[in-house]
């Protein structure tokens, strides 16, 4: 059995065999990868070198863009490569990595939204004790939390991927993810679905926590306008984050696991698209523009270069 599997690349509305369009793609991805590198890179530097920002909420922001930086390095190097070179074909091991990079990073983006609600819940509901709840010992323990999870979720996906024969090659997706691969094998796959059940209803358990923790923030700002300020400024970004992930990841999972084979070739490849271009470019730009201490800071910094 051939130790390859074959990955076809579908881009928005790329005619088969088209070189003109093949470049143009390549220009428009490179673009959109480097926008999120600098985006990403910037708000980080910003956050790591302001120690004014040095606190819990801002902290977690820069673990969010490490995350979007790791998250998208899985996906555009590959994807770009497979449009200059007209090169679809992925060994299987690779097919994995990128499979565990791309859905562990939007775990971790997942978990580390959940504890930036938890973190916003103790800073406007229970004020008197943020720096002794958050202090420097449980920022570190749930920094750890936001990786340890989604890491340990998919590499026992992959460890169950790896038990299956795979008799069929081709992956009608821009890029490798378990649900694909499972797919391609010609053995029972009971327990692999019941690990991604397991896992989805885990991670539907965690948006129900940062729904709930954000319902609780409204009602306990009602009472106070500086409460209601403190929400607008700092966890309305959460919110557009929270949206952002659930939307992207709940269309691009039903499209792969439910979309029959007449599902329309460009919906398949927005959906998939969707993961990989918009929480990594617009989280940031939201954060970045809606938080004031980030924007101002950024501008300091930004000065302090021209000079």
Known sequence: MDNKTYVTVYTLMEPKGSKSYRHVYFTCFLVLYALILFVNIWLSVVIILERALHEPMYIFLCNLCVNYLYGATGFYPKFLHDLILDSYEIPSFMCRLQAFVIYSSAMCECTTLTVMAYDR?????????????????????????????????????????????????????????????????????????????????????????????????????????????????????????????????????MCSRYGSSNTPENIIVVFALLVVIVPPLFNPLIYGLKLKEVRKRSFKLCLNVIK
């Open 121 to 253: 819940h103790v800073a406007i509901c229970r004020p008197l004790d943020y720096h002794s709840k958050m202090n420097r010992n449980t920022c570190g323990m749930l920094l750890l939390i936001c990786w340890i999870v989604p890491f340990i979720s998919m590499f026992i996906g992959v460890m169950l991927l790896n038990r299956l024969a795979v008799c069929k090659y081709h992956i009608d997706k821009l890029y490798c993810d378990s649900w694909s691969m499972v797919k391609l094998s010609c053995e029972s796959v009971v327990i692999n679905n019941i690990m991604a059940l397991v896992v989805l209803l885990f991670y539907i358990c965690l948006t129900t926590l940062i729904i709930v923790s954000y319902i609780k923030l409204i009602v306990a700002c009602k009472a106070s306008l500086e409460n209601r300020r403190k929400f607008w400024q700092t966890c309305f970004p959460h919110i557009f984050s929270l949206i952002n992930c659930s939307f992207t990841v709940f269309f691009d999972s």
